[in-house]
């Protein structure tokens, strides 16, 4: 195992906060920011120590993603975090809904394996978010939400199909038992299906890039 310098340590245990929290890995610029450095150039001289001394590690194939490693009170690198790869599928309405978008994925996902339920890993993808009818939910125009395909719990923030067309809503039940997508935006109605109302997975994690 290899010592950590006070200002590695400060940078993985940044890095390993933001991968918590956010459920992404902070850009190299997220870094230059937060300890003010005057160029992009320091950061990645860091990255590269922490890698060399097996704090971080890239995942195979996957040129940007990681996984990060623990210290221990003595200042060295202990067990390594996991993250999972996760497929992103185009977007999802969060206003009125839309057409369904299919099809391979658009792009990939690192995401901290402590905000997914392990036991659906496999049964987990993202969507990028399109409109602002979930903004008081804290779910902006642009952002990604993690989805896990489960049965949903009264409340949950859910994709769903009604009457054939995508949206990101919560759901909840009216007085009279019936299913209700509703809105997070006053600007915008809650749904009722006419037809059908299929829910296709759970929303569980927000990622947003600045």
Request: charged fraction near 15%; avoid cysteine; proline fraction near 0%.
């Given at each position: 195992m290899f010592e950590l310098t006070p200002r590695q340590k400060e940078i993985l245990e940044f890095v390993r906060h933001h991968h918590a929290s956010e459920g992404f890995w902070p850009s190299i610029r997220d870094v230059q920011r937060h300890f003010q450095f005057k160029?992009?150039?320091?950061?990645?001289?860091?990255?590269?120590?922490l890698e060399r001394k097996g704090a971080i590690e890239r995942a195979p194939g996957q040129a940007r993603a990681f996984r990060t490693a623990g210290i221990d009170a003595t200042n060295?690198?202990?067990?390594?975090?996991?993250?999972i790869d996760v497929p992103v599928f185009?977007?999802?309405?969060a206003g009125f809904p839309d057409g369904v978008e299919s099809g391979d994925a658009v792009d990939r996902l690192q995401v901290n394996v402590g905000v997914l339920d392990r036991k659906r890993l496999p049964d987990t993808f993202a969507l990028r978010v399109r409109g602002e009818s979930m903004l008081d939910a804290g779910i902006n125009d642009g952002d990604t939400v993690v989805v896990e395909r489960r049965t949903p719990k009264e409340g949950e923030i859910v994709v769903a199909l009604?009457?054939?067309?995508?949206?990101?809503k919560r759901l909840t039940t009216s007085p009279d038992g019936l299913p209700v997508l509703r809105s997070e935006n006053r600007a915008f109605p809650s749904l009722y299906p006419l037809?059908?109302?299929?829910?296709?997975?759970?929303?569980?994690?927000l990622v947003r890039r600045l």
């Open positions: 160029s992009t150039n320091a950061v990645i001289g860091h990255l590269r120590a060295r690198v202990a067990g390594a975090e996991d993250v185009g977007s999802i309405a009604i009457d054939g067309q995508s949206t990101l037809r059908e109302l299929i829910v296709q997975g759970v929303a569980t994690a």
